[in-house]
């Protein structure tokens, strides 16, 4: 029996849902039915649009795609005037202000506290400049990732920029995909860092070489099925087939199509390409790409270049991001700036693409690290781009932990999440920078924090991984967190493993540094903190080291879950004021 969700989908779904949205935008927000929130908000997620969590009614979250992360100056200018015109909501963020933009680990663009009565401007306007929010969540295909500085980056092996715009131009907005029976995710990778993280992806086409005819061929492998989310994380699965770049967009189709016919409907928790692929096995996902979905005779899999994979790859002599100025293939650099848990104010976002305009740029690229990569600066203007003021504050040489932080949403919005999450990882990266020495040697140390299970900061593939939870202490309920060691992608990607339970969130801090203080003292020379890890068995990783108080405060210790707004000075539920109409206003039930 198929899923309600299921249900809701059949009745309408894919492009007609804007035509509804455009209806509840006229009326407003109460002429949504109080008894179809649910169906409608489920639908919403087609265009990108999140309804925020209890407490926070009438009010929604907007993700805007962006393929490959790849903008230009005047597209993220709009994105920060959108933020600055839209996304402020009843209360400042203590960190971040009232208005701003996140970068997500999918480079996707998400702003906060929209209203369904200003959807439609903010869709012309996105719409203006080439931007758009369709399919940025919902059962479809989502944001193709990969590398921003594709044809630009000096050491990629191909050129696959012209790949992903043809891919997202065939399948956004295609009614034969535009309802799957969950999310599609798809990586495209053409350099040698690996930088798509292809492993964690539904469907991953990886640089590979094949040898056909008697001709080298550059192109991509096919693996299919990862995903980290609910504590099932799987790596994408090898199908042993090699694409040429033309044939990327039909091998696509097949696969996105196999998934929509074969895809469990029923159990919503089951349906995602990465249970198939246990079910199935990949000779299997194979041998039913080939008779059923595709008209040409598949290639077995190319020579790949995974030992070359430095992305995320926990290796000691490669800190594998964007970060740093780094060599075009026109003379050109482009520099990657960090950005602290992803999160910019809507002036700093147009003030970056401001100074992007001002030195030439084209493309300012979003990365899965939640970082900023402006590129196309002149080698004779470089010194003058370093020393912009702006960079001081997104730097391109930051401190380890700063540059390493990563931050999913937290209960500061969503509905998932059972912890607070920003604000406590711009804490935590700032007390470690000034009470933990950084061990020799290492340039980035990579410290992921998600609110819950669902993983949208991909924690299992961090040295140090964080999922929130609940404890108590001292008697009394507080947040807290499962610590994990030890993750990460490159040429044989491993998981973290869960080696504390539970932890108090004031406790994390402590956790860290003595594990570190242990880290630098027995690791081998140039030994990398992933390496130390998995040189030791279970017992050992769990004895290296204990939580502890230290003089790091936490203001979020208490339930933020059960608060309408963590940051609100009256947090309760009781306090909120949604849901409320256009302007902000509360609305009651004698509106």
């Known amino acids: 029996m198929p899923s309600k969700v299921e249900t809701w989908k059949d009745e309408i779904y894919g492009v ?49 795609g962006v393929p490959m992360g790849r903008l230009t100056p005047e597209q993220l200018r709009v994105v920060g005037e959108v933020a600055r015109e839209y996304a402020t909501g009843p209360v400042e963020n203590p960190e971040f202000g009232d208005a701003y933009a996140d970068f997500t680990t999918r480079q996707s663009i998400q702003l906060h506290w929209i209203k369904v009565e200003d959807i439609p401007d903010i869709f012309e306007k996105l719409e203006s400049v080439g931007l758009s929010t369709i399919q940025a969540c919902g059962d479809s295909w989502r944001n193709i990732v990969g590398s921003p500085v594709a044809g630009r980056d000096a050491d990629e092996h191909l050129d696959v920029w012209p790949v992903v715009q043809n891919l997202h131009d065939e399948f956004k907005g295609n009614d034969l995909y535009e309802n799957l029976p969950r999310k599609w995710k798809v990586a495209v990778t053409g350099d040698t860092r690996g930088a798509g993280q292809g492993d964690i992806n539904d469907l991953a086409f990886e640089p590979a070489v094949k040898t056909i005819d008697g001709e080298e061929v550059d192109g991509f492998n096919v693996r299919v099925g990862g995903g980290l989310a609910r504590k099932e994380p799987r790596f994408a699965r090898d199908i042993d087939v090699f694409c040429r770049p033309e044939n990327a967009a039909e091998v696509a189709a097949g696969l996105s199509g196999l998934f929509r016919d074969y895809g469990d409907r029923e159990d919503r928790f089951s349906a995602r390409m990465k249970f198939l692929v246990d079910e199935w096995g990949p000779e299997k996902v194979r041998s039913v790409l080939q008779d059923e979905y595709v008209d040409y005779e598949l290639p077995t899999a190319g020579e790949n270049l995974r030992d070359q994979y430095d992305y995320n790859a926990g290796r000691s002599d490669a800190p594998g991001d964007y970060v740093g100025v780094h060599d075009q293939n026109d003379g050109d650099h482009f520099v990657g700036l960090s950005v602290l848990v992803g999160r910019m104010s809507a002036e700093e976002v147009i003030e970056l693409a401001d100074l992007a305009d001002s030195y030439g740029s084209e493309m300012i690229g979003v990365t899965q690290r939640q970082n900023l990569i402006v590129g196309d600066i002149p080698a004779e203007e470089l010194d003058a781009f370093l020393d912009e003021p702006l960079l001081d504050e997104y730097s391109p040489d930051p401190h380890p932990f700063l540059r390493g932080s990563i931050a999913c949403t937290g209960t500061e919005y969503c509905s998932l999440s059972i912890v607070e999450t920003k604000n406590r990882m711009v804490r935590y990266a700032r007390w470690l920078k000034e009470n933990v020495p950084v061990p020799e040697g290492v340039e980035d140390f990579h410290i992921h924090l998600s609110g819950c299970t669902a993983s949208c900061a991909q924690p299992q593939i961090a040295d140090i991984s964080l999922r929130g939870m609940k404890a108590r202490k001292d008697g009394e309920p507080v947040e807290a967190f499962d610590v994990g060691l030890g993750g990460g992608l ?41 390496d130390f890890i998995r040189q030791r068995d279970e017992d050992e990783v769990q004895a290296l080291a204990d939580p502890e108080e230290t003089d790091y405060e936490d203001p979020y210790m208490h339930n933020t879950k059960m608060t309408w707004y963590p940051y609100a000075e009256d947090d309760a539920m009781d306090d909120s004021p949604a849901p409320t109409d256009a302007r902000g206003n509360p609305i009651t039930s004698d509106d």
């Open 16 to 64: 007609e849902i804007r035509d509804h949205l455009e209806r509840f935008a006229e009326e407003g927000w109460d002429a949504i039915p109080d008894d179809e929130h649910d169906a409608w908000f489920e639908r919403f997620k087609w265009w990108g649009l999140y309804h925020q969590r209890k407490g926070q009614e009438s009010y929604f979250m907007m993700r805007i």
């Open 490 to 530: 490159g040429e044989n990607p491993e998981f973290a493993d869960w080696v504390e339970m539970r932890v108090p969130a004031d406790e994390i801090p402590g956790y860290i540094r003595n594990l570190l203080e242990v880290y630098e003292a027995e690791r081998e020379d140039g030994e990398s903190f992933r």
